[in-house]
């Protein structure tokens, strides 16, 4: 399954897809952003943005940052990037955010992020965009005086 159900408590934002946590997958650049993990461990819902590849011999090349909290804390490998993108941007098209599990831990390096992504990521059983719910119709719905519905 690429996506699990987001929570309907409202912790989660509606237009934020929450990926199947079923592997873990490695951030690169973190170091870059110890301002934004300093101190913060634990497990985190974040979020995954297309963006070019910051530097290294494939930058420039399609990405995906990590942003937690409305700041980017890191990006995927090359690899990881070309793996998931396509999902991402099946999402990003359908009007969502693709949203997944991050365990973030301290080292002497600082604050390392692990992501949980979806063994195989397929595109298959994702929402493809957003719908309105369907309107319903004068009388529709309505009960008779039997009780039953019309």
Do not use: N, W
């Not at 951030?27 to 819902?45: F, I, K, M, P, Y």
């Not at 991402?88 to 955010?97: E, F, I, M, Q």
């Amino acid at each position: 399954m690429p996506f699990a159900p987001s929570p309907t408590d409202g912790s989660l934002p509606a237009d934020l897809v929450l990926l199947a946590a079923e592997r873990a997958v490695t951030v690169t650049r973190e170091e870059h952003h110890q301002d934004v993990l300093s101190g913060r461990t634990g497990q985190a819902v974040v979020e995954l943005r297309p963006c070019p590849i910051t530097s290294g011999k494939h930058a420039g090349q399609d990405g995906l940052e990590v942003v937690l909290d409305g700041r980017r804390v890191g990006e995927l490998t090359r690899l990881m990037a070309q793996r998931y993108r396509p999902l991402v941007d099946h999402l990003t098209a359908g009007g969502y955010r693709a949203g997944c599990e991050a365990f973030l831990q301290e080292d002497a390096r600082g604050t390392q992020v692990e992501l949980r992504l979806p063994a195989a990521p397929t595109a298959a059983g994702l929402p493809s965009a957003r719908h309105r719910p369907p309107r319903r119709r004068a009388g529709h719905g309505a009960r008779t005086r039997s009780g039953r519905v019309r």
